[in-house]
């Protein structure tokens, strides 16, 4: 079975000639580059923001700038500019690319250039280095995905909280290889607890008699498209809980999705070789599938 992400996108050549917004300017893919000496390439050391363009609009656009200066401030990190000077940064990035719709921009912002090779944030002395890159990219996942359980957890609070869009993504990345090397396409994570949680990449959701669970949200990033999923289910009569629940739970369930800015809702057919009800798009999922795109064409 060939390797599917969840970020799998369709190739376009016009990904070849995109122009990134670096610290202000617009630069040529090869001359996008930032310093050896950036907070973010030494030491992961920034916050990213992830949306997706869909005829003329970013989805939930208030929302992920809420987020991405949640996040900055939580790790003490001053973007340089208001929310109005990040929009217009955005919107100067996708005229400047010609883009209207199926694109996907990430945001990403880290403490910028150091002084020193070395953690402490006082070396960080020229301000943040903020860029966007923004490509035409519409999803294209062949199949639904599989999972397989892996022993890296989404941890505490007081180590990583993970509920922060980071630029520290190595746990996850070391998740997704151990499932890469079992034979799934990504990785199913759980909480400190051992209850389901999330995957590498995006949220988790189950289907069980009609019922959407997914988790507390306590050890997990409260994705906007999650919250979205939530909300359709209570405004539209389906049954829905942030709730503990275990692999026991999981392996029995009708259905699976994720959620995500990237690929919305994406069905899940396997979880560690064991299928998931018909092992393709459920009833329920495809229902919520449509009620999203509803949500979005109207927002």
């Known amino acids: 079975m060939a390797d599917v ?12 000639d995109i122009l990134i917004y670096v610290d202000g300017r617009m630069a040529p893919k090869a001359e996008a580059v930032v310093s050896v000496y950036d907070s973010g390439f030494m030491l992961g050391d920034g916050v990213w923001e992830g949306l997706r ?19 900055a401030k939580a790790i003490d990190l ?36 150091k002084v020193r090779p070395f953690q402490h944030t006082s070396l960080s002395q020229s301000g943040p280095t903020f860029v966007i890159i923004m490509e035409h ?19 505490l609070p007081m180590t990583q909280d993970p509920k922060l869009n980071s630029h520290s ?13 079992a034979g799934a396409d990504e990785a199913l994570m759980l ?17 069980r008699k009609g019922a959407v669970w997914t988790s507390t949200g306590d050890y997990c990033m409260n994705g906007i498209t999650r919250q979205k999923v939530i909300d359709l289910c209570r405004d539209n009569d389906i049954p829905v809980a942030e709730r503990n629940y275990s692999l026991v739970d999981t392996y029995d369930a009708d259905e699976a999705f994720l959620t995500g800015t990237f690929g919305a809702q994406t069905p ?20 919520l599938r449509g009620l999203y795109r509803d949500l979005v064409a109207r927002s």
């Open 5 to 16: 992400t969840t970020h799998q996108a369709a190739e376009d050549a016009r990904n070849n």
């Open 53 to 71: 363009l869909y005829d003329g609009k970013w989805a939930f656009r208030d929302e992920h700038i809420d987020r991405l200066f949640q996040a």
């Open 78 to 113: 001053d973007i340089g500019m208001d929310r109005v000077g990040v929009i217009a940064a955005l919107d100067q990035t996708q005229a400047a690319n010609g883009m209207t719709t199926d694109a996907h921009a990430r945001l990403m912002v880290t403490r910028g250039v």
């Open 137 to 155: 990219s519409k999803p294209s996942i062949p199949r639904p995905i599989t999972l397989a359980t892996v022993p890296h957890q989404r941890g």
């Open 169 to 181: 993504k190595l746990n996850c990345i070391l998740a997704c290889i151990a499932a890469q090397k």
């Open 191 to 207: 909480d400190v607890h051992g209850f389901v949680n999330t995957t590498n990449a995006c949220n988790f959701f189950i289907v």
């Open 268 to 287: 899940v057919s396997h979880i560690d070789g064991r299928q998931i009800g018909t092992g393709d798009l459920g009833p329920v999922t495809a229902r």
